[in-house]
């Protein structure tokens, strides 16, 4: 699963994932249990039901015949979750024949008497008829449950224009719970098969294969869908709405995205690297992929980023890209390859408990490395790999926590920067430790192993022991089973008389736990390097190299992989031998960003870095910088934005001109501003907008109806600038549209810099309105960063509005 907000993927929200406060509650009662595996007394074996839907009352009726065996022990009960339900039967199934049986439910639980004693392997099936009403599931003593409906109705009664009606399902972590009843563990799995009958204007998605459909008298369609493999309860989904299917397919078998209508020209940019993800996986693991087919569907209004249902992934609707903003880059293509992998880690093998749930979520996430390493090449891969390393490094609070959590508040919480970000940088150093061969022969081991069963960390570490040879305690005590990272200081001595270099290496964390960690390091002059592979094992470790010629760079870490955060003390000379020679992309950012905070000229040679990624970023930082740039550099910036083909950097390129303030640059803008590039349309946009307001205010306008990305952000400031009371309409409807995003946060205070503009008070106070909601639709846990933020932003509003609004603002944030 990929959770919005919490977790990082395009549309979302760096500045509030890094201001996650990640509080602990103040009751840490939680810290006192437990959380064992669930107990398994009965084993589900299969899973059949008929359902049709009720979207009137958004209810949904259903049958299940439920095929259940005891685990070992023999039992005369069987206890289901069914959250919410109106239970009208539970019957035993003799034959064809229906027996009642005496069961208590409790709106959570439904406990059934068995009608004997049935041995441990003895399969029996129960029957039951019932509702599911996930909009009025109560659970005393829970408040999360509100968003853990499991069954979602999208616009049931279509009374919401331009929103389609859809239904999808959400299952991870227990709510699937909510619309079938059953053992809703992770440590259970069935094979299934569901009737459903929707209105016959909609296609259906479930998992597994769809074997037939059936028109009926009514005006509905019987769809029915079988999966024949055994997967998690909370891998089950069912998707139904308007949708196109455009189909790709990976050795025979059907590899689909389900759309909108008006998305389907842009599916297969968007989707279209599936098939070939697909392969790669399958070649990497030595595990063909192992599901019938695999689809990818996009639902309204989804709760969380994307969810890896087996066969079936549901994406939120920032999967949605057009032409314009694929240009940019797929920012979805690392979601897709997140989830698609899950259908091996997590699908086909599934985290035993909440606790484990590094075996799925750690491995989704370093399949994002893995991907953009073998497709772009080496330096995207290590910033796909750095990229998760500074979001977990930006929250300190996070050292705190095991990566194996056996304690928690709510089981929601293991869904976090540890278990994803950290933990993929884990396995990223892992696979250095081991060597690619044998790390992903380990990992073929444990899929092998634990096929269409569960795993919990250790099944993986006993994999990568029986292939390596190795005991591997120390690194799954060191990182699976404790918490934190080192933090170091590399200091480095010299004495050229004895031709003798010392490097000295000592963890500062402020804890007692000093971390083991195998360490390359290269010691170069000129382009010529030595490797080393030493041990740093104690809280001040030493080096000694003997030299011939004094080195031009020691590079610590040479391979780049270790999780730490470092004060590398070395001088300007050697980051400038570093930039030029060290070859990996974190060799390079570094030395630039060492380059920007000491103001070296050396920064402007990231304009000819071979990575588009870094040639962007050392733009930006010139930028940033409060120096102006020299004429070789603009002019090279200029060279850029004629030659450069990645689309973000040329648009940094003209960002650093347009900083310039300087008119000779204005042709360059007028010829870019109808770039397919939002970015660079945005960048030549505001370039524009300094130089000749009124045209760029008449072309903001113009460009408003297509605009995303930077040039929707250029688009509103411009408006917002230069915008009169006769905009209203224009500028608020447009921040009130404006999906729940960072972009949107940023915005906040140029829409109350507006409102400060307006004279009547009547769309003032809408505006506020507005602003208001936004808050309220913020989650909880970013509250405490969010609303002083949105607080000192209208306070500009009162200010010069006077009583009246002020007055207004204070009781609308009450
Ligand atoms: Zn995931």
């Known amino acids: 699963m990929k959770k919005l907000f919490v977790l990082a993927a395009a549309a979302i929200s760096p500045v509030l994932l890094m201001a996650q406060p990640g509080q602990e509650p103040k009751d840490t009662s939680w810290k006192k249990i437990y959380r064992a595996t669930a107990p398994k007394i009965n084993d589900l074996v299969h899973t059949k039901l008929d359902v049709r839907f009720d979207y009137d009352k958004a209810w949904m009726y259903g049958k299940e015949w439920l095929t259940v065996k005891p685990h070992f022990y023999a039992t005369d009960s069987l206890t289901l979750d069914a959250k919410g339900m109106d239970i009208k039967e539970v019957a035993i199934m003799k034959g064809a024949a229906k027996s009642p049986l005496k069961y208590n439910y409790d709106g959570m ?36 449950i509100n968003d853990a409906k499991g069954l979602y109705f999208i616009n049931p009664k279509g009374e919401e224009k331009d929103k389609p009606t859809q239904i999808w399902t959400q299952g991870e972590t227990e709510a699937n719970s909510v619309w079938m009843p059953t053992i809703d563990k992770p440590n259970q799995k069935t094979t299934d098969e569901i009737y459903m009958t929707v209105p016959a204007k909609y296609v259906t998605l479930s998992n597994g ?423 070789s550099v603009l002019k090279a910036a200029e060279e850029l934005v004629v030659k450069e083909k990645n689309k973000k950097a040329k648009a940094a390129a003209i960002n650093l001109l347009v900083k310039t303030g300087d008119a000779a640059y204005l042709p360059i803008y007028k010829a870019n501003i109808g770039d397919s590039s939002y970015s660079v349309a945005g960048a030549a946009l505001s370039g524009l907008a300094a130089l000749e307001p009124a045209n760029a205010y008449a072309l903001a306008k113009k460009y408003s109806r297509d605009s995303k990305g930077d040039l929707a952000t250029a688009v509103d400031a411009i408006i917002i600038e230069n915008g009169t009371e006769a905009d209203f309409d224009f500028i608020a409807s447009r921040f009130d549209k404006a999906p729940l995003s960072q972009a949107k946060f940023e915005s906040l205070d140029g829409f109350c810099g507006f409102l400060a503009k307006v004279s009547n008070l009547d769309n003032v106070k809408k505006g506020i309105d507005m602003v208001v909601k936004f808050r309220d639709a913020i989650p909880e846990s970013f509250r405490g960063f969010t609303d002083p933020a949105i607080k000192t932003a209208l306070k500009k509003v009162s200010a010069a509005k006077g009583k009246e609004i002020e007055e207004y603002i204070a009781q609308k944030l009450k």
């Open 109 to 144: 639980q439904l406990r059934i008497t068995l009608d004997k004693t049935y041995k441990g392997g003895e399969n029996y099936t129960v029957y039951i008829d019932y509702i599911s009403k996930p909009n009025e599931v109560k659970v005393k003593g829970s408040a999360a």
């Open 209 to 631: 294969l769809l074997v037939s459909q059936k028109k009926n008298a009514d005006g509905t369609r019987t769809d029915y869908w079988k999966m024949d493999l055994p997967h998690s309860p909370y891998l089950f989904f069912m998707g139904v709405g308007d949708y196109k299917i455009i189909k790709d397919s990976y050795k025979g078998k059907e590899v689909s995205y389900y759309v909108e209508p008006d998305q389907a020209a842009y599916a297969r940019g968007v989707f279209g690297l599936t098939p070939e993800m697909i392969k790669f996986y399958s070649d990497k693991l030595g595990v063909d992929y192992p599901w019938q087919k695999y689809n990818q569907i996009v639902g309204r209004d989804y709760v969380s980023g994307a969810m890896e249902n087996t066969t079936s992934t549901l994406h939120q609707e920032s999967a949605y890209q057009n032409f314009r903003q694929l240009t940019d880059g797929n920012s979805w293509e690392t979601v897709i390859a997140h989830e698609l992998f899950h259908q091996w880690f997590g699908d086909y093998v599934t985290t035993e408990s909440w606790s484990n749930i590094t075996v799925n979520e750690t491995m989704a996430d370093y399949s994002q490395t893995l991907w953009m390493e073998y497709k772009y090449g080496k330096d995207a891969g290590d910033e796909e790999n750095y990229q998760g390393m500074s979001q977990y490094l930006s929250s300190p609070n996070d050292a705190k926590k095991d990566l194996v959590r056996f304690r928690y508040a709510d089981k929601e919480d293991v869904f976090d920067l540890v278990s994803y970000q950290k933990g993929g940088r884990v396995q990223h150093m892992l696979r250095n430790f081991v060597g690619d061969d044998a790390y992903f022969k380990s990992l073929n081991n444990y899929l092998t192993n634990n096929k269409f069963k569960n795993g919990e960390a250790h099944q993986m570490r006993l994999a990568f022991e029986e292939v390596t040879g190795k005991d591997l305690n120390w690194f799954w005590n060191q990182w699976y089973f404790g918490s934190g990272h080192p933090i170091v200081k590399i200091d480095y001595n010299y004495d050229d008389a004895a031709g003798k270099a010392m490097v000295i290496i000592e963890q500062t964390q402020k804890t007692d736990k000093v971390f083991k960690l195998p360490i390359a390091i290269d010691i170069y002059n000129g382009a010529a390097k030595k490797r080393y592979n030493v041990w740093v094992e104690n809280k001040i470790d030493t080096f000694t190299f003997n030299y011939t010629a004094h080195p031009d760079l020691i590079n610590v870490d040479a391979d780049k992989v270790i999780l730490w955060q470092k004060t590398d003390n070395k001088t300007a000379a050697n980051f400038i031998q570093q930039y030029k020679y060290a070859p990996l992309f974190m060799d390079r950012r570094e030395a630039l960003d060492y380059f920007s905070k000491k103001k070296m000229k050396e920064l402007a040679e990231g304009l000819k870095d071979k990575y588009g990624p870094l040639r962007e970023f050392a733009l930006n930082k010139l930028a940033e910088s409060s120096e102006a740039p020299d004429a």
